[in-house]
C-alpha cells in the first residue's frame, strides 16, 4: 500500500498556529514544505517547554527543525 504525501501547511493553518507573524517569516515557512502539524511541534518547542524532548522521544530536525529555526531567528532578532 502507498503511503499519502503529507500536505503541507497552508497560510491560514500557519497563521492559526502562529498568530501574527510577517510575510517574510510566513514565506519561508511555507517554503519548508512542513504540514501543520509540524508547524505546530515548532511552536511548541519554541514556547520552551522543557518536557516536550522527553514528551516527544526525540530532537527539532527535519522540517520541525528549519520552522523552528525561523521563529526562533524572529526571536533572537526582537531581543538585540
Do not use: N
Request: no cysteine; proline share 1%.
Amino acid at each position: 500500500m502507498e503511503k499519502t504525501p503529507e500536505k503541507s501547511a497552508t497560510t491560514e493553518e500557519i497563521r492559526q498556529i502562529l498568530g501574527s507573524i510577517d510575510d517574510e517569516q510566513l514565506m519561508s515557512i511555507l517554503a519548508t514544505g512542513a504540514t501543520a502539524a509540524e508547524v505546530m511541534e515548532a511552536f511548541e518547542w519554541l514556547s520552551g517547554d522543557d518536557r516536550l524532548g522527553t514528551d516527544l522521544e526525540h530532537t527539532r530536525r527535519g522540517r520541525v527543525g528549519a520552522v523552528y529555526e525561523i521563529l526562533a531567528r524572529d526571536i533572537e532578532e526582537e531581543d538585540r
